[in-house]
């Protein structure tokens, strides 16, 4: 008798960090696209190419992190393989810093 029903659970997750690499990669090209004309310097690129690095760097995660859920729960792997949580420490605090910089740009360009 099998406690695991293979693809659903996993694949729910994985669709989920999917979803959220591609929010983060439209919003980088939004970034890429505004950004750039309203700070008036070079510097605008910079938000939208580490928010596409980052998106990037979800997509495969994401991938990878399937792959090992799925083996270990279908018996494949040991218990040790399991991911941490690394990859959403790494979301938190990449929005965290992101939305920091957003709210410092909008008080800097309002008080000038």
């Given at each position: 008798?099998?406690?695991f029903?293979?693809?659903?659970?996993?694949?729910?997750?994985?669709?989920?960090?999917?979803?959220?690499?591609?929010?983060?990669?439209v919003?980088?090209?939004?970034?890429?696209?505004?950004l750039?004309?309203?700070?008036?310097?070079?510097?605008?690129?910079?938000?939208?190419?580490l928010?596409?690095a980052?998106?990037?760097?979800?997509?495969?995660?994401a991938?990878?992190?399937?792959?090992?859920?799925?083996?270990?729960?279908l018996?494949?792997s040991?218990?040790?393989?399991?991911?941490?949580g690394?990859?959403?420490?790494?979301?938190?605090?990449?929005t965290t810093?992101?939305?920091?910089?957003?709210?410092?740009?909008?008080l800097?360009?309002?008080?000038?």
């Amino acid at each position: 008798m099998s406690l695991f029903d293979p693809g659903l659970q996993p694949e729910r997750t994985e669709l989920a960090w999917r979803r959220t690499a591609l929010s983060l990669s439209v919003g980088s090209l939004i970034a890429l696209r505004i950004l750039p004309q309203a700070l008036d310097s070079v510097f605008g690129i910079l938000p939208g190419l580490l928010g596409l690095a980052g998106a990037a760097f979800l997509w495969f995660t994401a991938r990878r992190r399937y792959r090992r859920v799925n083996a270990v729960l279908l018996g494949d792997s040991d218990r040790s393989l399991l991911p941490d949580g690394t990859a959403l420490a790494l979301t938190a605090l990449s929005t965290t810093l992101l939305g920091v910089a957003g709210v410092t740009v909008a008080l800097l360009r309002a008080i000038s």
